[in-house]
């Protein structure tokens, strides 16, 4: 072969041979940036939720959307996985089955401690600045025969039109701290109540009773409404209301916590509350990923309504109901005292 035959041949690595995929089109390597991006801060929110940070009202925010994130992070390993992005999908799998593990107990029934005193069946619904349906209310309480209400956002304007739909009838007996807004609560009940200090003042009225039952010992029970968390400025305040909340005490009365915590159980500091030796009763029922609270745009439906009882009690029943009126469902326990 000639000298001019040879330099015509072209050798593999020559510039004229076909380039790979993601060199001949441009929108590879934005793809491949997009998919290491949202893989690193998928990764950074794990950490922080697993870490417990939420220092700030938008970290507050992002953990009540844990459940969420949790299915986005397994679609996003799939897609990732597609790409042929397989560092990335390994890394985000992995995580998202550390996720998924945390919130599976919250779909398992637990097992409870053999309580077999007396029965009390307690609802919390948030009356929205007192915007509830006031007939809705009073017809849950006769229907679900409910022994204790708990009404976080009480307003005097709420409490005639609940008086007005029989609820003074069925539960004639009362602690109530109107406010003019959101800063109001009450306890209603069927047995007589005694109200007794338990915490020290928070921004909201949160009213301690004590329930006396007609047989067996009685029980303590605090109407909870804590600050929000996602307001500019008030992460603090949020977790420290939640710190301030009582804690059982062994040898003593059981203590039931009920109404709005304005946290979930993706929250360190509520997971903190319950550590002290509370049963979320969503919880020991398999329910706890049923959400209690929506309002779109603002917010995706979370669960941030809880009825926590002293462990040393067990949970009967557990439901959330719908209430007009109100961007919060009730939540209506059945607990069974030690």
Sequence with gaps: MDRSTQELD????????????????PGGRRIGFLVWLLG???VAFVGLRIWGLESTEYLVAA????PYLAVF?????????????????????LLTVALLALLA????????PGANGERIRIMAVNLFLGRADARTVADLVRTQEVDVLVLPELT????????????????PNRVFDTGLGGEGTGIASSYPLRQVVLMDETTMSQPSVVVDLPVGEDVELTAVHVQPGVRPN?????????????????R?????LAGDFNASMDHHAFRELVDRGYADAAEETGQALTPTWSSWPIGPPVTIDHVLADRRCAIASYAVLDVPGTDHNAVLAEVILP
């Design 10 to 25: 072209l050798p593999a690595g020559d510039p004229g041979a076909e380039e790979p995929a993601s060199r001949r089109r």
């Design 234 to 250: 008030t992460a603090g305040t949020w977790s420290d209301e939640l710190g301030k909340l009582p804690s059982p005490v062994s």
């Design 105 to 112: 107990p919250r779909v398992l029934s637990d097992g409870q």
């Design 252 to 256: 003593e009365r059981a203590r039931i």
């Design 73 to 93: 992070g397994l679609a996003w390993g799939l897609l990732a996985l597609l790409l042929r992005r397989r560092v990335v999908a390994g890394v985000v799998l």
């Design 63 to 66: 953990m009540a959307l844990t």
């Design 40 to 42: 690193l801060l998928y």
């Design 156 to 171: 005097e304007a709420a409490v005639s039109r609940l008086d007005d739909a029989g609820l003074r009838t069925l539960l």
